[in-house]
C-alpha cells in the first residue's frame, strides 16, 4: 500500500494544487488514520450506555433543609389514609408489575407443558409450589431452571430465572395471557444460546433492564469485584413511593403536625408545571439510559437518564414510534404536551385505567363548545366543533375508525402480542405518508387498491385547507435522504421558534452531515435553550464542527449545567483540550469529567460502560488502568466485540502483536459472521503490511453488514489508498446509494473520481452536492 501522506484536520485548508482544493476539503482524517493505525476506539467508539422540556421547575426544589432526608416506610401504612387510591392500585398492572412466583401468581400452563422453538426446546413443570423449566442455557445445553419470579399480568406473562451470584434473567419464551399459549419474544429470529437475544445473556438481564421499573425503591448493587448483584427493593410492584417518593417526612407531617413543603414530599406531582409529573413517568416511560443506579426522587429526568432523540431507528420519519420507545418521546412532540396536557389527565395514575371510556376521554378539549374541561391546559387554539361525528371521523358509529385514538393514535404489537399506542396524536394524512413512506392510519386500514381510493378521497377532504409551513417530517426526509434542498430545510427547522424540544433535539444530531457557518450558529445558540436534551444535542453538534481547543469558550459554561447529562457531555467534549488546559474552566472540568467517571463506575456491570472507561482512562493518560477496564468488560459480556477489538489494538499498540493476533484470531475463529471482527482484522492486517488479505476481510466484513457504512466506507478508503481506484469509487457509489446523506462518501468519491481521471463524474457529483448544501464550508 502506498506510504500515507498526511492528512489535515477536516476544518483546515490543504494546498495542494488540484481541483479538490478548490472545492473541497481532504477526506475524513479520522476513517484514513483509522485505516492506517489509530486505536478503533479513538475512532469508531460506541455511544455511551449512560450517557423537553422547560427550565427546571420549581416544585422539583427539594425539602427544606431543616428535615431530615425521606426514607422509604413500609407501604401498608398509606392505606389507612389513602383507602380510595390503593383500592385503584390494587390489581393494576403497576400493583403486579412483578410477584414471587406462586401458585396464586403463575398464570402459565406447567404441567409438563412442552415449548419447540426455532432455535431451543423447553419444558415447564411444577415440583410442589415450585415453577420450574428445563431449557438450554449459557453453555448450550438443557438443564432446569426455577422460575422465581413472575413479570407482567396481561397481555403476556414473563419469568424471571435466578441463575447464582444474584443475577436474574428474563426467560424468552413468555406466556400469552389471552390465547393461554406459550410464545417466543423473537420469532423467526432462531434464537439459541449462542445469539445475543438469549436468555441467558447481558441483553437478558433482568437486574439492570427491567427490575427498575417493576418495583418500588430498587437498587442494583452490584459488586465489580466479586461480579455479583445483591439487588434490593422497598416493595416488589410499582407502589406509592416509587413516584411520591420516600414517604418518611410526609408521616411526620400527618402524625407530628409538622408543616413542610409539597406534604414532606420532595416532588409535587400536582404542581402546575406538568412537566413535573411528566418526567416521575418518563423514568419507566421512556427509551432512555441510566446514568447511575436507580434515581434521586425530584431532580430533573437527565439528571438520572439520558433519554432517546428520534432516531431513525426507534422511530418514524413523522416520529410515530417504530421501535420499541414506550410513550415519552411521541408524547413530547404532540400539541397535547405543548398545551400543557399531562398523564394524569387521560390515565388514573393508581389503576392504569383510561379515565373516561371511549371517546369521551377527548372531548374533554376537542368538542362543540372549544373549551377544555380540565384546568391547567391551555385551551388557545380549540376549535368548536361535534369531533364525535361522521362529519369528522367519516366512519359509521361504533364501527373501527369512529374512535379518536383509532386515526390519532395508531400503534404497533411489541413482545409478541402487547399493542402500543403511539402518543404524539398525529393526524392521518395518506398522500404524505406515501411520499414519506411513513406508517399511516388510513393505510393501514385500507390496503391495496383500497388504499388507493381513500387516497384520492383524501384530496378531495383536504383540497380547501390552507397551505402549511415546512413541516418537520417533510424536511427530515429531505435530510436524511441527502436530497436538494436537505441543508436549507435543517436550518429553517432550527431557526423555528415553535419547535418541540425532541424534534429540534433530533435535528442538531443531523447537522454533522452539513456543515456551515450557519449550521455553527445555530447549534452554537442552542446551547443555551432551556430544554436540557437541546443542550444536550447541541454540545454534541458543536463538537463535529470544531476541533477541542476551539470548543472551550462555547463548551466551558456547560460544565456548570444545572442537569448532569449536560455536564457529563460538555466534558467529555472539552477533554481533547483539557491536557493542554482550560483556563477558568479547569475546575468544572475536573468535577464534571468525574461525574462521567463516576456514572461508568455505576453501571460497572455493563460491558459497554468498562470499554468507556478504558476509554477514558487511555485519553487521560491513566494507561495502567486501561487494560484492566477492557478485560473486565469481557468478563461481563465475552460476546460484546467492541470491548475485544479495542483490547486486540491496545495490545498492538504496545508492541504485544503476537497477543493481539491471536486473541482476534481466535475470536473470528469462533464467531466468523461476526462483521466487526472481519472490519478489524482487516485493519489490522493494513497496519501490518498485508494489502491482500487485509482486502479480503474488509470486503467479508461488507458482504455480511452492506448497510453499515462506516465498513463500506473504509474498505473504499483502503482500494484507493492501494491503488485500486475502479473498485474504490464503485464501493463509494454503492455506499452513496445506500446513506445518501453521508457527506464524508461525496467528498471522498468526488477525489476518487478526480484521482482516477475521472473530472466530469467529480463535477456531476459536486454539483450535486451544491444542490444539497451550498453553504458547506468545503465549497469555500
Known amino acids: 500500500m502506498p506510504k500515507t501522506k498526511t492528512i489535515k484536520a477536516a476544518n483546515q485548508p490543504d494546498s495542494r494544487p488540484t481541483l ?69 392500585w390494587q390489581g393494576s398492572h403497576h400493583q403486579l ?28 413443570y411444577r415440583q410442589g409450589n415450585e415453577f420450574w423449566v428445563n431449557t438450554p442455557g449459557a453453555d448450550g445445553k438443557p438443564a432446569d431452571f426455577k422460575v422465581a419470579y413472575t413479570f407482567g399480568i396481561a397481555p403476556l406473562q414473563q419469568y424471571l430465572i435466578e441463575v447464582g451470584d444474584g443475577k436474574l434473567q428474563a426467560l424468552g419464551v413468555a406466556w400469552d395471557t389471552e390465547k393461554q399459549r406459550w410464545f417466543h419474544l423473537y420469532p423467526g429470529q432462531g434464537v439459541n444460546f449462542k445469539n445475543p437475544l438469549h436468555w441467558s445473556k447481558p441483553s437478558q438481564n433482568a437486574n439492570f433492564m427491567c427490575v427498575e421499573c417493576h418495583t418500588t425503591g430498587y437498587k442494583r448493587n452490584f459488586d465489580a469485584t466479586a461480579n455479583t448483584f445483591n439487588s434490593q427493593w422497598n416493595s416488589l410492584g410499582v407502589g406509592c413511593q416509587a413516584c411520591h417518593g420516600p414517604a418518611s417526612n410526609h408521616l411526620r407531617v400527618v402524625t407530628d403536625n409538622n408543616p413542610l413543603p409539597h406534604s414532606g414530599f420532595d416532588v409535587d406531582l400536582k404542581s402546575k408545571d406538568a412537566t413535573v409529573e411528566i418526567e416521575t413517568c418518563a423514568r419507566c416511560h421512556a427509551r432512555r439510559a441510566p ?6 426522587v425530584g431532580k430533573r429526568l437527565m439528571d438520572d437518564y439520558l433519554p432517546s432523540v428520534l432516531t431513525r431507528e426507534l422511530y418514524a420519519l413523522d416520529g410515530k414510534i417504530k421501535d420499541e420507545v414506550f410513550e415519552h418521546g411521541s408524547f413530547l412532540q404532540s400539541k397535547m404536551f405543548d398545551k400543557g396536557v399531562r398523564c394524569s389527565n387521560c390515565h388514573n395514575p393508581h389503576s392504569t385505567e383510561l379515565k373516561t371510556p371511549g371517546n369521551g376521554l377527548c ?46 393514535m395508531p400503534g404497533k404489537f411489541y413482545m409478541g402480542n402487547d399493542f402500543r399506542h403511539d402518543h404524539s396524536f398525529s393526524i392521518p394524512n395518506p398522500l ?31 383540497a380547501h385547507d390552507a397551505p402549511q409551513a415546512a413541516r418537520y417530517d417533510d424536511c427530515l426526509w429531505l435530510i436524511r435522504g441527502g436530497r436538494p434542498g436537505a441543508a436549507q430545510a435543517l436550518y429553517e427547522q432550527l431557526r423555528r421558534n415553535n419547535l418541540p424540544a425532541v424534534q429540534r433535539a433530533t435535528l442538531l444530531a443531523e447537522l454533522a452531515n452539513y456543515p456551515s457557518e450557519s449550521a455553527l450558529k445555530l447549534a452554537s445558540k442552542d446551547l443555551d435553550h432551556p430544554a436540557p436534551q437541546v443542550r444536550e444535542s447541541a454540545v454534541r453538534a458543536v463538537s463535529a464542527f470544531l476541533p477541542p481547543a ?26 481533547g483540550a483539557a491536557r493542554a488546559g482550560l483556563g477558568a474552566y479547569q475546575h468544572g472540568w475536573d468535577k464534571a469529567i468525574g461525574e462521567y467517571e463516576s456514572v461508568q463506575l455505576s453501571l460497572a456491570e455493563r460491558a459497554e460502560s468498562n470499554l468507556n472507561l478504558a476509554m477514558l482512562y487511555q485519553a487521560s493518560g491513566r494507561n495502567a488502568e486501561v487494560e484492566p477496564k477492557l478485560r473486565a468488560a469481557l468478563l461481563r459480556d465475552p460476546d460484546f466485540y467492541p470491548a475485544l477489538v479495542t483490547l486486540a489494538q491496545w495490545l498492538e499498540a504496545s508492541g504485544r502483536s503476537s497477543e493481539a493476533s491471536t486473541l482476534l484470531s481466535g475470536a473470528i475463529k469462533a464467531q466468523p459472521q461476526a462483521a466487526l471482527l472481519q472490519h478489524s482484522q482487516g485493519l489490522a492486517l493494513i497496519r501490518a ?19 453499515n457504512s462506516q465498513y463500506r466506507y473504509v474498505l473504499a478508503v483502503a482500494l484507493h489508498q492501494n491503488g485500486q481506484l475502479d473498485q474504490a469509487c464503485a464501493q463509494m457509489e454503492e455506499l452513496l446509494k445506500r446513506q445518501p446523506a453521508f457527506r464524508d462518501a461525496r467528498l471522498a468519491l468526488i ?15 459536486l454539483q450535486a452536492w451544491k444542490q444539497i448544501n451550498p453553504e458547506d464550508m468545503a465549497l469555500k
Open 20 to 88: 479538490m482544493n478548490r472545492y473541497l476539503l481532504p477526506i475524513s482524517a479520522a476513517v484514513l488514520l483509522l485505516v492506517l493505525g489509530g486505536l478503533w476506539f479513538y475512532l469508531n467508539r460506541p455511544v455511551p450506555v449512560p450517557m423537553v422540556l422547560t427550565p427546571p421547575p420549581a416544585a422539583i426544589a427539594s425539602v427544606s433543609t431543616k428535615s431530615a432526608p425521606a426514607q422509604m416506610v413500609d407501604e401498608q401504612q398509606c392505606q389507612g389514609c389513602h383507602d380510595a387510591q390503593v383500592k385503584d
Open 97 to 124: 408489575a412483578m410477584q414471587v412466583a406462586e401458585p396464586q401468581t403463575v398464570l402459565a400452563d406447567f404441567n409438563n407443558a412442552a415449548f419447540k422453538g426455532e432455535g431451543e426446546n423447553s419444558r415447564f
Open 291 to 296: 446514568l447511575g443506579d436507580g434515581f434521586t
Open 363 to 408: 372531548l374533554q378539549c376537542h368538542n362543540t363548545a372549544g373549551k377544555s374541561a380540565i384546568p391547567g391546559i391551555d385551551g388557545k387554539g380549540l376549535q368548536a366543533k361535534n369531533y364525535d361525528s361522521i362529519d369528522h371521523h367519516r366512519h359509521a358509529e361504533g364501527q373501527p375508525g369512529s374512535q379518536c385514538v383509532d386515526c390519532h
Open 432 to 462: 404524505r405518508a406515501k411520499v414519506l413512506g411513513t406508517p399511516d392510519a388510513c393505510l393501514t386500514c385500507h390496503q391495496g387498491k383500497a388504499a388507493d381510493r381513500i387516497t384520492e378521497q383524501f384530496k378531495l377532504w383536504s
Open 550 to 575: 476551539e470548543r472551550i469558550e462555547l463548551l466551558g459554561p456547560l460544565l456548570s449545567d444545572e442537569v448532569r447529562a449536560v455536564r457529563i457531555i460538555a466534558a467529555r467534549n472539552l477533554q
Open 689 to 707: 503490511g498485508q494489502p491482500e488479505q487485509a482486502m479480503k476481510a474488509l470486503q467479508q466484513a461488507v458482504k455480511l453488514e452492506p448497510d
Open 751 to 765: 477525489q476518487f473520481y478526480l484521482d482516477s481521471g475521472q473530472e466530469p463524474k467529480a463535477q456531476v457529483v
